[in-house]
């Protein structure tokens, strides 16, 4: 019986994996990625760079189809992403990290669905609860073993990028609810959630959302946390969270 393989989709600050992974490319109907495989005692680990190994793709141009479906491709059956975020709740300061439980999207002109009509059909996908509560909270329950404090839920804005948002967009995220605001959570979740993929998201704030606490400024102390300490609390979750059927008919709204 082939091996299960668990996902990683590492944002900024996560352009590569650990040591001992082997490059693979994937061609999908939407384009080829660049993956890394890594050999796991109970499950292999696949490692995909959503802006690239030298951080050259901007976030309206990443090709979130074709790495969703590479890792389908690949086996993989749960996912943890993570994010550089700036921070709008008052709890939640550079160096702040955030087990995700909601999403706001405010993109456009993405390619959001795998279901556009046509041959591939067309499918109203439940969305209730875009992050998984399993790894969500296994997330949470492991943090503290990996020297994190987690807060336990938080609903990511995603804006559009490649700029960051005025303060007066912040004021409206603010109101509609937003903890933390982002460039790439969508659509990667929605199509995760297509593939029936456990999806979870860990934000770490690397800045104030603009307008909140003066100048806008990257907290790189807070990316260096990313690097330290992020990668190895996602293996942790992934290679032991106990996700059966019921969970993800939980999770998927059924």
């Known amino acids: 019986m082939p091996q299960q393989r668990i996902g990683i ?19 999908t109907p939407y384009g080829q990625t660049l993956n890394w495989i890594g ?13 690239g190994v030298e951080h050259d793709v901007p976030p309206h141009r990443v090709n979130y189809r074709a790495n969703v479906k590479a890792l389908q491709i690949l086996g993989v059956d749960r996912v943890i992403a993570s994010f550089a975020v700036g ?22 002109g993405r390619d959001f669905t795998f279901f ?8 109203h996908t439940p969305f209730t609860e875009p992050f998984s509560p399993g790894l969500r909270e296994a997330i949470v329950a492991r943090g503290a073993d990996h020297g994190l404090t987690i ?15 005025t303060a007066a967009e912040i004021r409206v ?7 933390v605001v982002g460039m790439t959570a969508m659509p990667e979740a929605i199509l995760a959630r297509e593939l029936e ?11 104030w959302a603009a307008g909140i606490k003066g100048p806008l400024q990257v907290d790189f102390s807070a990316l260096e946390l990313i690097r330290g300490r992020l990668l190895p609390l996602m293996l942790d979750v992934l290679r032991t969270a ?9 999770e998927s709204g059924d």
Not at 173 to 179: C, E, F, I, Q, Y
Request: charged letters at 20%.
């Open 39 to 51: 050999e796991g005692e109970h499950a292999d680990i696949v490692f995909l760079s959503r802006h």
């Open 9 to 27: 989709i590492g944002g900024s600050g996560v352009e590569r994996p650990e040591a001992g992974f082997t490059e693979t490319i994937v061609d």
């Open 173 to 179: 995220a603010k109101v509609l609810g937003g903890d």
């Open 151 to 165: 807060r336990s839920n938080g609903t990511y804005i995603c804006t559009n990028g490649p700029r960051f948002e």
């Open 116 to 123: 556009d009509g046509g041959a591939s059909g067309l499918r």
């Open 87 to 108: 921070g709008i709740a008052e709890d939640i300061p550079p160096g702040g990290v955030v087990a995700l439980d909601q999403i706001i999207d405010l993109t456009s």
């Open 242 to 250: 106990e996700l059966d059927a019921a969970v993800w008919s939980q």
């Open 197 to 207: 993929i456990h999806y979870a998201g860990i934000a770490v704030s690397v800045n």
